[in-house]
């Protein structure tokens, strides 16, 4: 993948005397935007599982507290 960046070079009267291009690979740089949105999808599942996982640990010991209580 390549970017590229264009700007018209002027004289002191403003008149287009050039231009000046620069080109540079970022193959490299969209890789790694995939994978930095590859792991933050991965470490929201991982969140959201270990919440529902605090979450089902809490209802059980709330029901296992309520079942124990002395009658």
């Known amino acids: 993948m390549l970017s590229v960046s ?4 002027r004289d002191e ?10 080109a540079g690979d970022i193959a490299g740089r969209k890789r790694a935007e995939a994978e930095r ?10 969140r959201a599982e270990a919440e529902a996982a605090n979450r089902a640990k809490d209802e059980f010991l709330a029901i296992l507290s309520h079942d124990c209580e002395p009658h």
Do not use: D, F, P, S
Not at 6 to 9: K, Q
Not at 13 to 22: C, P, S, T, Y
Not at 37 to 46: D, Y
């Open 6 to 9: 264009c700007t018209m070079v």
């Open 13 to 22: 009267r403003g008149k287009i005397v050039g231009m000046l291009a620069i």
């Open 37 to 46: 949105a590859l792991l933050l999808v991965r470490e929201q599942t991982a």
